[in-house]
């Protein structure tokens, strides 16, 4: 799983990250990015505990020379809760500086894997590059809103499945695995009945720049945006019943039933087969790693 390059400087290669580099990747990422190094740990951690479909890396792809770690990409291969084909995550890209002229190597490599890519949220001064690899935008930004302020729906029933008694008994299998997943990577899970139905909703807690001190819950899964912004009411209340009274939802634009403002320069791109759709961040930096 190596291949080298003369494109750059000599000696340089790239192939598959293993459980023996883990410790140099923790400590070229914690050089790279203004996370400490105990963040890089933990997801490098929770990347060598889950799951990973058959056949593709379970870390990502680094650059090395004879001496050192010189660049990473780490990828997250899951299957998508809806459809259940393999999609891939890239998160954590940096390379050396003396070593830039390689980078796209990275990207090359994963793209390889016939499967659809997501990044979500690059870095700006990546979006050329991105872009010349044939990466397409398929989000503009977020939406901040204030669901609390949405009509309710009465008999509606929120609870949270690491905190429920038995879910299985009122969470289908295949949803009850996704939200579980998720509770074990930090998120907020929760299942959600109306007197038609149940539906899974998962969220991050994370702080917004702007508003540094207010709690905000990044929506990561539906089963879509119309579900969310018919439950906003009762879902935005249990959420603010428990600190967090705002709510971030990737979007194209102002969602005009719900109180809020849309920020642009947030874009998300994919490449492949399979446009994602919007709600669907399951099993991506932003569910695992918190960015």
Not at 74 to 85: E, K, N, T, V
Not at 161 to 185: I, K, M, T
């Amino acid at each position: 799983m190596s291949c080298q390059t003369t494109d750059g400087p000599p000696g340089v290669r790239c192939r598959e990250i293993g459980a023996d580099d883990l410790d140099s990747i923790a400590d070229l990422l914690t050089a790279g990015f203004p996370n400490p190094r105990n963040h890089w740990v933990r997801a490098l951690k929770l990347l060598s505990m889950r799951v990973v479909p058959d056949g593709f890396p379970r870390y990502g792809y680094m650059l090395e020379t004879r001496t050192t770690a010189v660049g990473v990409i780490l990828l997250i291969f899951s299957r998508a809760p809806d459809s259940g084909m393999v999609r891939c995550n890239g998160s954590a890209w940096y390379v050396a500086p003396a070593f830039r002229t390689v980078a796209p190597l990275l990207l090359l490599k994963i793209l390889r894997h016939r499967v659809t890519h997501t990044n979500v949220w690059p870095s700006l001064h990546t979006l050329p590059t991105i872009e010349a690899l044939g990466y397409k935008r398929f989000c503009n930004g977020v939406f901040a809103a204030i669901p609390w302020l949405a009509a309710g729906m009465g008999g509606t029933k929120i609870r949270r499945v690491v905190e429920a008694l038995h879910p299985e008994r009122f969470v289908p299998a295949a949803d009850l695995q996704v939200l579980r997943d998720h509770e074990s990577f930090g998120c907020f899970s929760l299942w959600c009945e109306t007197r038609d139905k149940g539906y899974p909703f998962i969220f991050r807690r994370r702080f917004i720049k702007n508003l540094p001190l207010v709690p905000t819950a990044q929506l990561v899964y539906c089963t879509s945006l119309d579900d969310l912004v018919r439950l906003a009411g009762p879902v935005g209340r249990y959420l603010a019943l428990r600190g967090i009274p705002l709510m971030l939802i990737p979007a194209n634009g102002p969602i005009p039933t719900l109180v809020g403002r849309f920020f642009g320069g947030k874009p998300m791109y994919y490449f492949g087969p399979e446009q994602p759709r919007l709600g669907d961040l399951a099993y991506t930096e932003v569910a695992m790693f918190g960015v």
